[in-house]
């Protein structure tokens, strides 16, 4: 049994935090970098971290955070490359098919609605956390997860119940 309360935490928060990042950038790699960094920051700031009603809540926002950091730095490296007229580079590795998908539906939703359904239904957050962490209303909140469901399945054809199934 681990004593050191971060080591719990990291070990508690880990698959989840990897997961819901996962389904937020589309890259299980990036995924895992940007959960290890941002347990990282929270052990750094243990003291103030685990103060917070929901640490866990907090380390997703990082978590998002850090991926949105990632995104605007890759999007200045493609508009940089456009101008020197470089290729960019692409390799991924392969992945199960309907995984594939899905992240990439998750992936090409608008970031609002992305954000919010990555936290209320893969990070399993009620919605008042949600709300906090968002800094919008729990109705917005709501408003953005059912946009993002509708989303989802025309994106993927799915039925109603099958996008309430995803992975």
Known sequence: MDTDP????CRREHPRLVGALSLYTGDADL???????ALARACRSWRRVESYDAPGAWVHRVGINLAN???????????????????????????????????????????????AL????????????VAAQMQCREGTVRALTAQAIAGLRERLDLTETEALDVP
């Open 31 to 37: 995924a895992e970098e940007l959960a290890q960094e």
């Open 118 to 129: 990555v936290l209320r239904y893969y990070a399993d957050l009620p919605v008042a956390e």
């Open 69 to 115: 950091s990632h995104f605007r730095r890759k999007a200045c490296e493609r508009r940089a490359r456009e101008r020197v007229g470089a290729a960019p580079a692409t390799y991924t590795e392969p992945d199960a098919a309907d995984a594939v998908a899905v992240r990439a539906a998750v992936a090409s939703l608008p970031r609002r609605q992305r954000t």
């Open 6 to 9: 971060r080591i719990a935490f």
